[in-house]
């Protein structure tokens, strides 16, 4: 069971980055994340409210779940989207947001009080080279992209693992769910509000628009960020985030399959390496639980 959400997680997760390329060839990234959290936060909100799942939470509580929302969707997403934008390409930028692992491991012990072994950093240092593998030449390659397009992804990647801090060191189990409705409510205020205020709010009338949208919506809000949230709550910050060492490798998957980029032996090197991190990570936990 475990392996199938890592796995779903995985090819979701990835897939987002595919949806920000579908999308900027026919609106600015402000304009696609209003539209991809606006409805889909009217919907949520209505279900939570039938379903009466935010009982029991204090106004503290969900104003908790709004910073974390604001954290891990809306700062995270606006860097990703706009760095894709600016022309640095799906791989590079997962490259990017692949170093959170190795951040978020090493503030977990002093953070969190969470324990990382030998093994663990071993498959944490191995899952860095792994990333750099894949998509190191592709950065090396680029050109007409402003260096500093580059650190924006850096900022993307401190606010996803800011917000997973901030959720592990929360008191109080927030279902995903109601979590997912919280943090697709806050990123649905902030960038209808960023767009509104800068003129772009008025959606194309381009059938790809929407067919990014609608992508967007099913493979990455519900399968990569639902799963993000249901995995960190079952195992943890170091294990949840080791999987993302292998985004950069299957972002390049799906950028051969549907933009027809580059596949070659140094991607598949890298997936191999990313592979073997996982496995070895995987395994240090296992080792740890049993002590």
Same mark, same amino acid.
């Given at each position: ?33 209003? !539209? ?12 939570? @409210? ?19 929302? +604001? ?18 390409? /799906?791989?590079? /930028? %997962? =490259? ?6 190795? $951040? ?6 002093? =953070? ?16 860095? #080279? ?14 007409? @992209?402003?260096? !500093?397009? &580059? ?8 606010? =996803? ?16 769910? /109601? *979590? ?7 990123? *649905?205020?902030?960038?209808? %509000? ?31 960020? #639902?799963? &993000? !949230? ?6 943890? +910050? ?11 490798? $299957?972002?390049?998957? !799906?950028?051969? =399959? ?5 596949? #070659? @032996? ?5 997936? #191999? ?17 049993? $002590?």
């Amino acid at each position: 069971m475990n392996f199938l959400l890592s796995a779903a997680f995985v090819l979701c997760w990835s897939s987002g980055f595919i949806g920000a390329k579908l999308g900027a060839g026919s609106a600015p990234a402000l304009t696609i994340l209003m !539209w991809r959290f606006l409805p889909l936060a009217v919907v949520l909100v209505v279900v939570a @409210v039938l379903s009466r799942s935010w009982r029991g939470l204090t106004a503290r509580d969900v104003g908790r779940q709004a910073a974390i929302g +604001v954290l891990s969707q809306s700062g995270y997403l606006l860097t990703v989207y706009y760095a894709i934008q600016l022309g640095v390409s /799906t791989g590079t /930028t %997962a =490259l990017i947001d692949g170093v959170q692992p190795l $951040v978020a491991a090493a503030l977990a012990g002093p =953070l969190l009080r969470q324990h990382v072994s030998r093994r663990q950093w071993l498959g944490l240092c191995l899952g860095v #080279g792994g990333v750099a593998l894949v998509t190191g030449a592709d950065a090396a390659a680029a050109s007409g @992209v402003a260096w !500093w397009a &580059y650190l924006i992804p850096f900022l993307g990647m401190l606010s =996803l693992v800011a917000a997973t801090f901030l959720e592990g060191r929360s008191r109080v189990r927030v279902e995903p769910a /109601t *979590a997912m409705t919280t943090h697709c409510l806050t990123s *649905a205020v902030v960038f209808t %509000a960023l767009a509104a205020g800068t003129g772009v709010a008025a959606p194309p009338a381009d059938l790809a628009f929407w067919g990014a949208i609608a992508w967007l919506v099913v493979f990455s809000t519900f399968g990569g960020y #639902g799963l &993000y !949230w249901v995995i960190l709550q079952r195992s943890g +910050v170091t294990e949840v985030n080791t999987l993302m060492f292998l985004m950069a490798p $299957v972002t390049a998957v !799906w950028g051969a =399959l549907v933009f027809g980029e580059p596949f #070659g @032996v140094q991607t598949a090197i890298g997936l #191999g390496v990313g592979l073997a991190a996982v496995v070895i990570v995987r395994r240090g936990v296992s080792s740890h639980s049993t $002590v």
